[in-house]
């Protein structure tokens, strides 16, 4: 009858699945196309609650507000970190390998929806500000990998809101609102919030008394507080406590003010965090071949796949996943190159040097391999309003960078670069050229040597003090004669810890020649 019902009305391929989902009541998939809804009667359009935008050439949402009742909303856009091959700086269309793209230009209308009960946005890269102001009967929000994604607003009339999501959006600049944030944390209907680790630092540094209250509703199981990194889509994600993160950020300030001086510029900056992390993190190739082992146990993939919940492959799939961590990168000095670039990522957040994390492909892609997925991890740094690429990954150990400062056309020569980056612009002149850079890379070694002689120096200092203070008081309490003090000096300084200091006999001279003037007895 339902066949009947189309050839007499000859209408579309497009209004053949619309009507389809409609009579069939699976309103979950109602096909999203120009003019769709005259498809519909304002009756059954009415009777729509559900609706997902994905994967569709759609660049206009506006009749959205046709739909009185929808509570459901998903609109999600083809995975932007899926490799793509690069001609003379342009987009190959024919050899991406990526899902369409929806091409909203617009996410006004979102606004406008008051029935909206769960809304879920994600890869949308035109999506810059989302206004929640008006959705008075939302119960969930997930916002996923939306790139350029800066501003939520109107979260404090969110009042039955349950559920927060938000991750990889923005460039870890994703705007904080103390008002908001209060009203979310003093929400008692909320049930679980789940924000990115690179919003951490903003909040740490602007609210540091909101990261206190949710500490203690974590103490208190109050509420489920998780900060997530990594997550794409439904994969996976490593998930940390806000103590985890507060203990972690308490030691990156401490680096930050170990490398970098107060008149550093922003490449300065940059490369001074780049320089540490080379120097300082190791590759984790034992967790790497512990991970490859662990991809042939089918058990394992089942777990993966949900299909199996045991415990035990839970606890091996977080160790596995903290290798992709910048927490196992900045705690333990341990990671692959997800981890290196998320670590560069959060400390040029702490600097407020604007950066996000990329996928890519080792190496250019050939037309034998153009199903291979991304295998690897590079960063993307802001520098002087320019975008620049850095893999610390395979700058590690060197002593002369390869792949730091780099603009997108001369990174491709060694890297095929994800789908998302095809909207960056590459730079057509650099404002340092090598030698200005490789200048400025000898500045940072040389501000930390010299910092590194002056620590020593006040050890030396703080050392000899306490054996001064020593001997002074042996000589005050006792009355040891000269010769004892002179034979208990070299005793003292024989020790294995004051002979590891590197001026210990220029010390031990000067302690020596020292004019002593002992308080009277």
């Given at each position: 009858m339902k066949e009947d019902y189309t050839e007499e009305n000859s209408i579309s391929e497009d209004s053949i699945l619309a009507q389809k989902d409609f009579w069939n009541r699976n309103i979950d998939d109602v096909e999203y196309y120009d003019d769709w809804y005259k498809d519909f009667?304002?009756?059954?359009?009415?009777?729509?609650?559900?609706?997902?935008?994905?994967?569709?050439?759609?660049?206009?949402?506006?009749?959205?507000?046709?739909?009185?009742?929808?509570?459901?909303?998903?609109?999600?856009?083809?995975?932007?970190?899926?490799?793509?091959?690069?001609?003379?700086?342009?987009?190959?269309?024919?050899?991406?390998?990526?899902?369409?793209?929806?091409?909203?230009?617009?996410?006004?209308?979102?606004?406008?929806?008051?029935?909206?009960?769960?809304?879920?946005i994600e890869s949308e890269e035109n999506l810059s500000k989302l206004d929640v102001t008006n959705m008075k009967n939302l119960k969930k929000l997930e916002l996923i990998n939306n790139m350029n994604l800066k501003e939520v607003i109107g979260l404090n009339e969110t009042e039955n809101l349950e559920k927060i999501l938000m991750s990889k959006n923005g460039t870890g600049s994703l705007e904080l609102r103390e008002f908001d944030i209060m009203s979310t944390v003093e929400n008692r209907k909320l049930k679980e919030v789940i924000l990115?680790?690179?919003?951490?630092?903003?909040?740490?540094?602007?609210?540091?008394?909101?990261?206190?209250?949710?500490?203690?509703?974590?103490?208190?199981?109050?509420?489920?507080?998780?900060?997530i990194e990594n997550k794409i889509s439904n994969c996976w994600a490593n998930k940390?406590?806000?103590?985890?993160?507060?203990?972690?950020?308490?030691?990156?300030?401490?680096?930050?003010?170990?490398?970098?001086?107060?008149?550093?510029?922003?490449?300065?900056?940059?490369l001074a965090i780049y320089n540490y992390i080379t120097e300082n993190?190791?590759?984790?190739?034992?967790?790497?071949?512990?991970?490859?082992?662990?991809?042939?146990?089918?058990?394992?993939?089942?777990f993966l796949e949900g299909s199996s919940n045991k415990s035990s492959y839970s606890i091996i799939n977080k160790r596995l996943l903290s290798k992709h961590s910048s927490f196992n990168g900045i705690m333990k000095g341990k990671a692959v190159c997800q981890g290196y670039s998320q670590m560069m990522h959060y400390m040029l957040t702490k600097e407020n040097i604007e950066s996000r994390e990329?996928?890519?492909?080792?190496?250019?892609?050939?037309?034998?391999?153009?199903?291979?997925?991304?295998?690897?991890?590079?960063?993307?740094?802001?520098?002087?309003?320019?975008?620049?690429?850095?893999?610390?990954?395979?700058?590690?150990?060197?002593?002369?960078?390869?792949?730091?400062?780099?603009?997108?056309?001369?990174?491709?020569?060694?890297?095929?670069?994800?789908?998302?980056?095809?909207?960056?612009?590459?730079?057509k002149q650099k404002k340092y050229n090598n030698k200005e850079l490789e200048n400025k890379i000898n500045k940072i070694y040389s501000d930390?040597?010299?910092?590194?002689?002056?620590?020593?120096?006040?050890?030396?200092?703080?050392?000899?003090?306490?054996?001064?203070?020593?001997?002074?008081?042996?000589?005050?309490?006792?009355?040891?004669?000269?010769e004892e003090l002179k034979k208990g000096k070299e005793e003292l300084f024989n020790r294995e810890e004051i002979k590891r200091e590197n001026s210990y006999e220029k010390e031990k001279e000067v302690c020596n020649n020292e004019e002593i003037n002992f308080d009277e007895r």
């Open positions: 009667t304002q009756e059954e359009l009415d009777s729509i609650t559900e609706l997902n935008i994905c994967y569709e050439e759609v660049r206009d949402i506006k009749d959205l507000e046709k739909l009185h009742n929808l509570k459901k909303l998903s609109i999600i856009s083809g995975d932007s970190n899926l490799y793509a091959k690069f001609e003379n700086g342009e987009i190959d269309e024919e050899s991406c390998y990526f899902q369409e793209k929806t091409n909203i230009e617009d996410f006004g209308i979102l606004g406008k929806l008051k029935s909206i009960e769960e809304l879920r990115d680790v690179d919003m951490f630092p903003n909040l740490i540094n602007k609210f540091p008394y909101l990261a206190e209250k949710i500490e203690e509703y974590e103490k208190n199981n109050k509420r489920v507080y998780t900060w940390f406590s806000t103590r985890n993160l507060k203990e972690m950020d308490i030691k990156v300030e401490e680096i930050l003010k170990n490398i970098i001086e107060p008149e550093y510029t922003e490449i300065e900056k940059t993190v190791d590759y984790d190739y034992k967790m790497l071949e512990f991970d490859e082992e662990m991809q042939k146990d089918m058990r394992y993939l089942l990329i996928g890519c492909t080792a190496n250019p892609i050939t037309e034998e391999q153009e199903d291979k997925e991304i295998d690897h991890s590079v960063i993307r740094v802001k520098t002087d309003d320019e975008w620049y690429y850095y893999d610390p990954t395979w700058d590690t150990g060197k002593t002369k960078y390869e792949y730091a400062y780099k603009t997108k056309d001369e990174f491709y020569k060694k890297h095929t670069l994800s789908a998302g980056e095809e909207r960056i612009q590459s730079v930390k040597n010299d910092k590194i002689i002056k620590k020593q120096n006040e050890k030396k200092d703080t050392v000899y003090n306490r054996l001064f203070k020593g001997l002074k008081n042996l000589y005050n309490k006792f009355g040891i004669k000269k």
